[in-house]
């Protein structure tokens, strides 16, 4: 029973992709350096995101979030009893929106407007576990990403026509935590931070109040974070769950030729996002000695204000399901999440003091994945 439980709870909050705060897919969670013996893990899915609302001359955006997929893939090695080590390649940051045109039923003020992100991190990780059942944890992490943003529609005035090329780059950042297990109870806690890491970019921006094609190469950071995870056995076979997940979004800028545009009145950055924090609590249970399940409430809470059409919602609240089939060495997790995507008002122009040009409303997503795990 220990076993399975305990990655029970480390399971649910990584099988099931959905939208988080700012531009993440995926919590870069580290619940592979906690299995047992060596192991490897290949998981995918994909997720169908509806976001949509109306702009302020009444018109609709239609639905401005693009359904993605991703792939992940894992390997954890024991070397000795107290030294172990994990390598992982996943997708934890991203965005696809569009906003159709109006001559295709979309909004005057915004049609036009897209943002592209991709992003492929790579993670070497070393765990030293001490005899007094503490541990310390960490790594390299390098990132490849790319992507590109068309600004668009009456709402963005002077920039309407901008296009911005982000050519793909490597950045290097580094993980380094805690953690304090009692395996009797499948009961453990672990501390991660995850640094920044800055990309050098080559950019190609054309369009709006640029005469002609410029190109340079620019720095953009992707943000640090803090994620706090623990879980309990609370009866024969049945164990609690949680995380505090923390990340400083305001660091993430995209800076170039033409942006932030500095004006007597402030700056006008291309993107301005707030930082999130994401609550988890879930209970999971052992149903028969190959079957386990799990669910999970998640809660992001909305920052307010106005937000950038480039990543239009505001807060989260979602409930996440998993089943575990476990058969001698090999273990299929499945995990399924509905979340609503808040509400939220849209604006451009100066940081701080944005004009509204719209809003979205009943925003939602459905995200299913799959992971299959085998121990040797």
Known sequence: MKNTMTGLGLLLLSTAPALAGGIERAPQSLAVLFENGNYVELSFGGVDPTVKGHDILGGKTGDVAQGYGFVGLSYKHQFNENLSGAFIIEQPFGSDLRYPLA???????????RVEVNSTTYTALLRYKFENNFSVHGGLRASHADGGVTLDGAGYQSTAGYDLKIDGAWGMGWVA???????????????????????????????GPLPVTMNGKYEV??????????????????????????????????????????TPLGE??????????????????????????????IYEPSVGGKISPLAPYDGRK????????????????????????????????????KTAVGETTDNELWGVGVRVGYSF
């Open 177 to 207: 935590g805690v953690a304090y297990e009692i395996p009797e109870y499948a009961a453990r806690v672990s501390l991660t931070y995850n640094s920044e890491i800055d990309h050098d970019f080559d950019q190609q921006e054309s369009g």
């Open 221 to 262: 950071t992707t943000p640090r974070s803090w994620t706090l995870e623990g879980q309990t056995g609370v009866a024969e076979d049945t164990l609690v769950f949680g995380s505090i997940r923390w990340v400083k979004w305001s660091e993430f800028e995209v800076n170039n030729f033409l942006f932030p545009i500095v």
């Open 268 to 297: 006008i950055p291309l993107v301005e996002l707030e930082d999130t924090t994401t609550y988890t609590i879930g209970v999971g249970r052992k149903f028969t000695e190959n079957w386990s399940g799990s669910v999970a409430y």
């Open 318 to 353: 979602g409930i996440q399901v998993a089943a575990i089939y476990t058969m001698d060495n090999i273990k299929v997790s499945t995990g399924i999440n509905y979340s609503k995507l808040g509400d939220a008002d849209l604006g451009v122009g100066y940081s701080g003091n």
């Open 103 to 113: 001559s295709d039923g979309g909004s005057v003020v915004l049609g036009g407007t």
